[in-house]
C-alpha cells in the first residue's frame, strides 16, 4: 500500500480502534503534505497501523474506509456496493411493491461521505467530498457491475465544497434518463433526477408514510412543506377524506398535483402555494385531524442550532394549536445537529407554549435502507413523533 500518512495523537488512537469513520483535525499531528481527495494511511507515531482512508483540509481531516490493510481499488468498491445490495435484499428491496431505495447511506455502509439512491433503473450518485467525487466514476462502473441500470447520474453540485463544486457539473455517467415514475409501497410517484431536491426525493420515509396511511381512513389531513406529496398520496390511498398539501415553492407543488394525478382521488386533493405559518395563522381550529410537519433542514450546522430550534418550535406549536382535538400531529427533523433528545425537548417546548396536552404514540426514525452504523451514531438523522392532542 504504497499510501502517503496522517499521524494521529495517542489520546486519538482508541476512538480510531473503536471504529469511529471520522478523524478530526484537531487530533492529527502530521499529514504528510496529503492533498485532498488522497487515500492516506492513519498510523500513530510509533509506527503502528490504525486504517485506511482520504484526506480533506477541514474539520473531518480523514473518513476512514477500510480498518484492514488492503488496496482502494475497482475490487474495493465493487466488493462495498455487493455488500450494500445483499443488506437491501434482506430488508425486502426492492421488491414487487417497491422499487426506490438507498443503496449507500455513508458511514451506515462503510463509505463515509457517499449516498447512492435508485430509483427503478436509475441510480443517483451524490458525493459529500472531494475523495468521493474523485473515485465516482469506480463507484458508477461498480454500480453497473451488479444492477440493471438504464442510467447512472452523479448529483454533487450542491453538497461538495464551494471552491471545488464550481469546476465540476453534474452529468450521466451512464445514459440519459431523468425523469422516472417509481412504485413505492404500491404508490406511484415522479421523480426528476436533475431537478428534484437531493436526489430526487425523500426515501427516509417510507415507513412512516405507510404508517400515516394506516391511520388516515376517514381523516382531514394537513400535510406541510409537502414538497412532491409523499403524505399526501399516501394519505389519499388509505381513505382519509381530504388531503391538503402546502408547500411554498410552486415547482413542488406542481409535482405535488402530477403524483395526485397518478392516483383516482383527485377529488379530494387540494394544493396551496403559500408559506406554511402564514397559513396555519389563517385557519381556523380544528379543521384538520392529522397535520403533518415535515420542514427541511433548519440547521445545517451547529451555530444554527438555536435558530433552528425556535423555528421548529413555532411551527409546532401553530400545528399543535389547529389541530382538532384526539387529533394527531406527526412531526420530524431531519437536521443532523438536533439530536432525538432535543428535538422531543423542543416538542415538549411547542406543546406547552400550545397549551394543549399531548401523548406520544410513536418514535419515528428512517427505514432500514438507511443503515446506522453502530460506531456511529451520528448517522441516525431523522427524527419524529407521532402525538395525539387532546
Not at 504504497?2 to 471504529?19: F, G, L, N, S, T
Not at 459529500?128 to 452523479?154: F, P, W
Not at 412504485?183 to 428534484?196: H, K, L, P
Not at 451547529?302 to 389547529?322: D, F, G, L, P, S
Request: with cysteine.
Amino acid at each position: 500500500m504504497d499510501y502517503k500518512e496522517v499521524i494521529v495523537k495517542k489520546d486519538r488512537v482508541a476512538a480510531i480502534k473503536r471504529r469511529h469513520p471520522w478523524i478530526f483535525s484537531g487530533g492529527i499531528i502530521d499529514h504528510d503534505g496529503c492533498e485532498d481527495g488522497d487515500i492516506v494511511k492513519v498510523m500513530t507515531r510509533k509506527g503502528e497501523f490504525l486504517a485506511l482512508g482520504y484526506f480533506q483540509n477541514g474539520s473531518i481531516m480523514v473518513r476512514v474506509l477500510s480498518f484492514a490493510k488492503e488496496q482502494i481499488d475497482d475490487n474495493f468498491w465493487a466488493q462495498k456496493i455487493q455488500q450494500a445490495q445483499v443488506l437491501r435484499q434482506d430488508v425486502d428491496l426492492p421488491s414487487k411493491q417497491t422499487d426506490a431505495y438507498r443503496l449507500i447511506h455513508g458511514e451506515g455502509d462503510g463509505l463515509s461521505g457517499l449516498i447512492v439512491d435508485i430509483y427503478a433503473d436509475v441510480a443517483v450518485i451524490q458525493c459529500h467530498t472531494v475523495g468521493m467525487h474523485q473515485r465516482r466514476e469506480a463507484i458508477g462502473k461498480a454500480l453497473d457491475q451488479y444492477l440493471e441500470l438504464n442510467s447512472i447520474y452523479v448529483k454533487s453540485g450542491k453538497t461538495l465544497p464551494r471552491d471545488y463544486a464550481v469546476e465540476h457539473s453534474d452529468y450521466f455517467i451512464k445514459g440519459s434518463k431523468s425523469e422516472i415514475t417509481i412504485r413505492e409501497s404500491d404508490c406511484q410517484f415522479i421523480i426528476n433526477v436533475e431537478t428534484g431536491q437531493k436526489t430526487g426525493f425523500f426515501l427516509d420515509q417510507r415507513e412512516n408514510r405507510q404508517l400515516l396511511k394506516t391511520l388516515a381512513k376517514g381523516k382531514s389531513i394537513l400535510n406541510l412543506f409537502s414538497y412532491s406529496g409523499g403524505f399526501s398520496i399516501y394519505g389519499l390511498e388509505g381513505e382519509a377524506s381530504s388531503v391538503v398539501s402546502v408547500d411554498v415553492s410552486s415547482k413542488a407543488i406542481e409535482l405535488c398535483d402530477r403524483n395526485v394525478a397518478l392516483t383516482d382521488h383527485e377529488a379530494k386533493h387540494e394544493s396551496l402555494t403559500v408559506d406554511v405559518n402564514s397559513y396555519l395563522k389563517e385557519i381556523p381550529k380544528d379543521t384538520y385531524d392529522i397535520i403533518v410537519v415535515d420542514p427541511p433542514a433548519f440547521a445545517k450546522s451547529k451555530r444554527k442550532t438555536h435558530n433552528a430550534i425556535q423555528a421548529y418550535k413555532r411551527v409546532n406549536a401553530a400545528a399543535i394549536r389547529k389541530v382538532k382535538s384526539g387529533g394527531l400531529i406527526f412531526t420530524f427533523s431531519c437536521s443532523q445537529v438536533i439530536d432525538s433528545a432535543l428535538f422531543y425537548h423542543t416538542i415538549t417546548a411547542a406543546s406547552i407554549e400550545a397549551s394543549r396536552p399531548c401523548q406520544v404514540l410513536h418514535h419515528l426514525s428512517q427505514g432500514p435502507d438507511h443503515p446506522v452504523s453502530i460506531f456511529h451514531p451520528e448517522g441516525k438523522y431523522l427524527k419524529g413523533l407521532v402525538m395525539k392532542v387532546s
